[in-house]
């Protein structure tokens, strides 16, 4: 087994290093790696081995796991360039953009009150997924000139909308179950 540690996700999946991600060659990337590196091969392998391959593997399901999801791999960009992000102290500070999350928010609250709940769910998922992508356009366009302060503004806004987003999903999950 011949793991380098060192190399970041992209590397380790044999992609560019960029927002824009060709899936399927992760998908392909991941697939290969799994099968190389699962622990079941190295059964009968001494204790380094098995324990390089149980490591192996977990880091390969870490670096798919970032690399999949569009806010994780633009923060994990980020920190490529040496951008330092605090979870406790990071946030968004934009006030018209605080006070549209908390529109937005109230309106997801407001939802399973609508005549139509689930539709109101569904054009307030649209609405959220319209407002994600355009930032996500805006990251890769910050990121391309290296402006780095205002791409992790714009990753920090991102995180509001995954979860308005896992948000609406769960009001819609457990109205489906109501209604059954």
Excluded: C
């Excluded at 780095?148 to 714009?154: C, H, I, P, R, Y």
């Amino acid at each position: 087994m011949n793991l380098d540690f060192s190399q970041n996700h992209f590397e380790l999946m044999g992609l560019p290093v960029s927002f824009a991600l060709d899936r399927a060659a992760l998908e392909d990337a991941y697939r290969r790696l799994q099968g190389q590196l699962h622990p079941d091969r190295f059964a009968q392998s001494g204790d380094q081995e098995r324990r390089l391959a149980v490591q192996g593997a977990a880091w390969v399901n870490e670096a798919y796991a970032t690399l999949k999801d569009d806010t994780r791999r633009a923060r994990y960009l980020l920190t490529l360039k040496g951008v330092e992000f605090n979870d406790e102290r990071d946030t968004a500070s934009d006030p018209a953009f605080l006070m549209e999350q908390m529109e937005l928010r109230e309106a997801l609250e407001e939802a399973p009150e609508a005549a139509d709940p689930l539709g109101r769910l569904d054009a307030l998922s649209g609405d959220i997924a319209a407002r994600r992508s355009a930032l996500s356009a805006q990251f890769a366009e910050a990121l391309d000139a290296d402006r780095v302060d205002e791409a992790k503004t714009l990753v920090l806004k991102m995180r509001f909308y995954d979860k308005l987003r896992d948000e609406a999903r769960r009001t819609a999950e457990r109205l489906e179950d109501e209604l059954l």
